[in-house]
């Protein structure tokens, strides 16, 4: 069956360092893979879209990569800052009972940045 | 600024009483989303409208119903709430069908409580 996993722990990182998140899915083969950003109690928050065909892609202090041989995104955030403490999701499109194109969300990552 | 709001933020019903969750956006998409999301869990896609058509996903239970008497609006019924449906609800709007290439914007969410 197809399978999203983020880092299952809490991840906890020094302000100032860079921050890595992982993505790692099964049993899907992605055109697309996007990243969210979640604070307590709020919805998701759009942050980066890549493509399959790209390797990587940046926004600011954001970083994605997308290895569809290793099956594995990674998502960076460099000279983190306390402000950048939240849970982080990835989601893929993947397939839905009808053949339609489904956004299936990871469980997410959360971050918390140490002053 | 255009955005999704969603009233009530918090919802409290009784098990078994009917209860209706709204959505509006500003932002003029075709395309609207009702996700559940319990604690630590990932938003799980119950269904969502391409302007009037209206898509249920195969697992989202009978119980569920959704509305959108117009673009802008779009709403979630639960006809019998069970201890089960405690969650939050949120709702999403995206320009395009193609659910890899256009992000979703969420509003703040719903957090129903059944009692």
């Known amino acids: 069956s197809q399978k999203i996993e983020q880092n299952s722990e809490a991840l906890n990182i020094q302000e100032g360092k860079t921050a890595t998140l992982t993505c790692n899915y099964t049993?899907?083969?992605?055109?697309?893979l996007q990243w969210y950003r979640q604070d307590p109690g709020r919805g998701p928050v759009f942050l980066l879209l890549i493509r399959e065909n790209e390797k990587e892609k940046r926004k600011e202090r954001l970083k994605v990569t997308f290895d569809t041989t290793l099956k594995q995104s990674l998502f960076h955030i460099t000279a983190s800052q306390p402000a950048d403490s939240a849970t982080y999701l990835c989601a893929l499109v993947g397939r839905s009972n009808f053949g339609n194109e489904k956004l299936t969300f990871g469980t997410g990552t959360r971050l918390t940045i140490i002053p | 600024d255009a955005m999704v709001i969603q009233n009530p933020r918090y919802q409290v019903t009784q098990f078994g009483k009917p209860v209706t969750l709204s959505c509006s956006q500003t932002l003029n998409h075709n395309v609207m989303y009702w996700y559940q999301q319990k604690s630590s869990q990932a938003p799980k896609l119950l269904f969502h409208?391409?302007?009037?058509?209206?898509?249920n996903e195969a697992d989202t239970p009978d119980n569920f119903q959704s509305r959108r008497p117009n673009t802008s609006f779009c709403f979630l019924d639960i006809r019998s709430p069970g201890l089960g449906d405690a969650a939050m609800y949120l709702c999403?709007?995206?320009?395009?069908?193609?659910?890899?290439?256009?992000?979703?914007?969420f509003g703040p969410g719903t957090r129903l409580t059944v009692t």
């Open positions: 999403a709007t995206s320009r395009g069908r193609n659910r890899g290439l256009y992000e979703q914007y």
């Open positions: 049993n899907y083969s992605p055109a697309y």
């Open positions: 409208y391409y302007d009037k058509d209206f898509n």
